[in-house]
């Protein structure tokens, strides 16, 4: 059974960055995209980008591009997100999730990273 | 990029009762090459990750049960739950992925 496990809640100050992580339990991790999307208080899921191992090409929405990075490490079946210049409104819950690298319905989620961003 | 609109924002239903839940695309996810709507449909109840119900509009994913239903294509779709029961209480969103960025809607809660 595939699972996505991610790194535990982060407290930021504002202009800074943070890095989460994603392990992916299973021998899927290559040949799967790992997605990342946050969801702040209250409102819907937003997408930010993802990555499929395989390629090791990363894709990112043009809301984020210029400060967010997303890479993988092969030999852990870990993905990570990486975001820069944080600002209060950054504050959210992050998830990384699984897709199929042509359809982007996220079929498993980790169970979210809460990211606060405050002075 | 492609915006998702869903109604009611919050809907009170009584137990065996039906909810209807509609989201609205802003352009077309019927893709005609294969013929199949690039829709689905999630559940998250507090606190958790939210959980894939349906995909292509309409086919439910591995242990959803039937009294959950996805109808629509092109911009309009609606989920139905056809008998309310208490575990269905929790945020209800669709989510295209017909094109990049993928976009949700902003969700439908359903409560007692």
């Known amino acids: 059974q595939v699972q996505l496990v991610q790194s535990g809640t982060e407290v930021k100050k504002p202009g800074s960055s943070v890095k989460v992580s994603c392990k992916v339990s299973?021998?899927?991790?290559?040949?799967?995209?790992t997605n990342w999307v946050r969801q702040a208080p209250g409102q819907g899921p937003e997408w930010m980008g993802a990555?499929?191992?395989?390629?090791?090409?990363?894709i990112y929405a043009e809301k984020f591009q210029g400060r967010l990075t997303i890479t993988v490490d092969e030999s852990t079946n870990t993905a990570y997100l990486d975001l820069s210049s944080l600002t209060v409104d950054d504050t959210a819950v992050y998830y990384c999730a699984r897709s199929i690298p042509q359809l982007r319905y996220l079929d498993i989620w980790g169970r979210g990273t809460l990211v606060t961003v405050s002075s | 990029d492609i915006v998702m609109t869903q109604s009611p924002g919050s809907l009170a239903v009584s137990l065996g009762e039906r909810a209807t839940i509609d989201c609205k695309a802003s352009?077309?996810?019927?893709?005609?090459?294969?013929?199949?709507?690039?829709l689905a449909w999630y559940q998250q109840k507090s606190g958790q990750p939210p959980r894939l119900l349906m995909i292509?509009?309409?086919t439910r994913e591995s242990g959803v049960p039937d009294r959950f239903s996805g109808s629509g294509s092109g911009t309009d779709f609606t989920l139905t739950i056809s008998s309310l029961q208490a575990e269905d209480v929790a945020v209800y969103f669709c989510?295209?992925?017909?094109?990049?960025?993928?976009?949700f809607g902003g969700g439908t809660k359903v409560e007692l």
């Open positions: 292509w509009g309409s």
């Open positions: 299973g021998n899927t991790f290559s040949r799967y995209a």
């Open positions: 989510q295209q992925y017909l094109s990049l960025p993928v976009t």
């Open positions: 990555v499929v191992p395989m390629s090791r090409t990363p």
């Open positions: 352009q077309s996810l019927l893709y005609r090459g294969n013929n199949q709507n690039y």
